[in-house]
């Protein structure tokens, strides 16, 4: 039997600024984690990461991240990835600050 | 201190605009990623967790104001008004924005500053013990051979392709304050029987995944051999240091498989080819960069003023006693500014906080400034009838933090909160020590210590060589903390012994609180340091602490 295959969302960073951002299944780049596509078909990931890859104007360094359902769209599994959605601890900077207002 | 010449100009200015058409050409598509990646590493640029860095090279962490000015201005214009400064005598930008990083390498060559051989699997920035040319102990200032190093290793055709990084660091006084002996190459100066000044060499050091001690390949190199037999170091290097393997490519692991004494006679072998090859040009070089770095024209004034104020004052007793260090010259102190408050990012300096500390350098320091490896600013001159003044301004900005060489003056790398390497964070570890302790009004009492932090097994942070050092990791998708004791960076270098089981982030706080009242317990006296405690009675004591209150809550 062939092992469960844990759900993913696609993430990258956006080549200009650098900022964290999550694949939509409308095919754009949004920065909240919630409003990611979550995959959870392992061929269809590949698809969504061959897809996010292709967009060397857009993106740099898409890779498939581990993540769950949640009440409001999908949710990280792991601390990294946690820290992407929000920015640094010792300081107001990055999505925490940005998306606030 | 050094200024470029036409050459060093030309060269850094025709690089940035090499980046400029780089960076252009990424953006308008015609470079893919994978082939932009290694020119951006050229040139300092990476791509971290929530957006790019740029690091830039302070070489041998000498700063002049007008330089430290320019810092301010890159933080205010294209960042977010700091800036932090690293382990390796470097300074960092962590939101830099792609489109204007050709801006900010401009600005940085018009004060003579750049971010060239700042990443890659070059020779990096050579970094000196930040007391040059100020300190008692000192043979001779060592940053003339840091700069003869530097331009000796920029664009060097043979070793632009290293199996790997490479890290050189240059100590002027047999106390070691560059930490030498983790170095890929440590150059320590001391005399000779005859009493002229040479290096010893050490080959090998280095923490990261296998933390390794220096081996000293040579006791005594006279100083005008200094170019040649580094090129034969790096010239062994390049032929047998393997680049099979990321994890097994730097240099210590070279000297691990080969043997001390086999790469000793095989670099000693390749000096007597290169040695020949060196016509003298090397040291008419080095005799015009010395001249860069003649001392400044101390004054001479009466210094009642400060024994006064030291005797009435005493706050400014309590930094005097820290954050002092003794000069060469008895009416000078050498002033480490702590960047350390009880709370802030270690390392992180405001763009008014570096308008400041120029300011202070221009007026009180002979212009003067330069960056500590333990991540401070240092004035490396000034007067003691300033110091009060000095002091006086730096509480006002918040830099009178009076805590250098004591538990919260800790190193810490940049950790998960920007690294993309990063397994765990460490600067909020290193927040919260620095409050706790700063709360129980406990740092003082307990002394002299070095706490080092890194966030991965990469070990930025130096935790290997910390009293105490905290190693960040992530175990099964949780942050775990692993801890070493008895760890030394000086010239007696020791890599810590670890504990054992590490501790959650919300444990690691108390764990080293553990450690350090058993220390106070156990010491003999109050002048008997955490170090030397540990070296007489071992871990065994320490290790009770930390893992007694652990294995009651389990039987209970």
């Not at chain 2, 005399?191 to 000293?216: Q, S």
Request: with cysteine; aromatic share 8%.
């Amino acid at each position: 039997m062939s092992r469960r295959f844990t759900p993913k969302i696609v993430t990258a960073n956006r080549l200009r600024e650098g900022d964290v951002v999550y694949l939509t299944a409308g095919d754009t780049w949004s920065p909240l984690h919630h409003e990611a596509e979550l995959i959870e078909d392992e061929a269809h990931a590949q698809m969504r990461l061959l897809h996010a890859a292709a967009q060397k104007l857009l993106v740099v360094g898409a890779y498939l991240a581990d993540a769950k359902a949640g009440p409001n769209g999908p949710e990280p599994t792991h601390f990294r990835e946690e820290f992407r959605t929000r920015g640094p601890s010792n300081y107001p900077h990055g999505k925490q600050a940005d998306l606030a207002h | 201190m050094y200024s470029y010449s036409d050459f060093d100009e030309a060269f850094v200015r025709a690089r940035v605009a090499q980046f400029t058409s780089q960076v252009d050409r990424r953006l308008d598509g015609s470079l893919t990623e994978d082939e932009f990646r290694p020119l951006r590493l050229m040139n300092g640029l990476y791509l971290q967790l929530h957006a790019y860095m740029l690091r830039i090279a302070i070489p041998y962490g000498t700063l002049s104001p007008h330089q430290m000015r320019q810092l301010a201005y890159i933080a205010d214009t294209w960042d977010k008004g700091y800036g932090h400064f690293t382990t390796r005598q470097n300074v960092q930008f962590n939101w830099p924005k792609l489109p204007d990083v050709p801006a900010i390498l401009g600005a940085l060559a018009d004060v003579e500053m750049h971010a060239i051989q700042t990443s890659g699997n070059c020779v990096r920035n050579v970094t000196a013990d930040h007391f040059a040319g100020a300190a008692a102990d000192e043979i001779a200032d060592p940053r003339p051979y840091a700069e003869l190093l530097r331009q000796w290793s920029t664009d060097h055709p043979e070793f632009q392709f290293l199996p790997r990084k490479f890290k050189i660091a240059v100590t002027g006084s047999p106390n070691d304050r560059a930490v030498t002996k983790a170095h890929d190459i440590g150059l320590r100066m001391i005399r000779n029987a005859a009493g002229e000044p040479g290096f010893e060499v050490m080959v090998g050091g280095g923490l990261g995944r296998t933390p390794m001690i220096g081996v000293t390949v040579r006791d005594f190199l006279p100083v005008a051999d200094l170019l040649p037999y580094v090129e034969a170091v790096l010239s062994v290097y390049n032929t047998l240091g393997r680049r099979d393997n990321k994890y097994k490519a730097r240099i210590k692991i070279t000297v691990h498989e080969t043997g001390a004494e086999e790469i000793t006679r095989m670099i000693e072998a390749r000096f007597a080819e290169l040695r020949p090859l060196f016509g003298g040009n090397d040291q008419k070089l080095l005799a015009e960069i010395r001249e860069a770095f003649a001392p400044p024209a101390f004054r001479n004034a009466p210094v009642d003023a400060y024994d006064a104020f030291y005797k009435a004052d005493p706050v400014f007793r309590a930094w005097a006693d820290t954050n002092l260090t003794e000069h060469r010259n008895a009416q000078y102190s050498i002033v480490t500014i702590s960047l350390k408050a009880h709370g802030a990012t270690p390392g992180d300096a405001t763009s008014d906080q570096m308008r400041l500390m120029a300011d202070l350098a221009e007026k009180y320091g002979h212009s003067d400034l330069r960056i500590s490896h333990e991540q401070n600013v240092i004035l490396p001159h000034v007067h003691k009838s300033d110091l009060p003044v000095l002091h006086a301004a730096l509480v006002k900005a918040g830099l009178g933090t009076a805590n250098v060489g004591l538990l919260s003056d800790i190193i810490a790398c940049p950790g998960m909160d920007y690294c993309a390497l990063a397994t765990a964070r460490s600067i909020p570890v290193a927040q919260e020590l620095a409050t706790h302790f700063e709360a129980l009004k406990l740092e003082h009492e307990i002394g002299p210590l070095k706490i080092k932090i890194s966030g991965c097994i990469n070990a930025c942070g130096h935790h290997h060589v910390g009293h105490i050092g905290i190693l960040g990791l992530d175990r099964a998708g949780v942050e775990n903390y692993q801890i070493t004791l008895g760890g030394d960076g000086t010239e007696d270098a020791v890599i810590g012994e670890k504990t054992g089981p590490g501790f959650a982030y919300t444990e690691i706080v108390p764990a080293i609180e553990r450690i350090l009242r058993a220390y106070l317990d156990l010491r003999l006296e109050a002048s008997e340091t955490f170090l030397q405690a540990f070296k007489r009675v071992g871990m065994e004591p320490f290790k009770e602490a930390l893992y007694e209150a652990e294995s009651e809550k389990d039987a209970a």
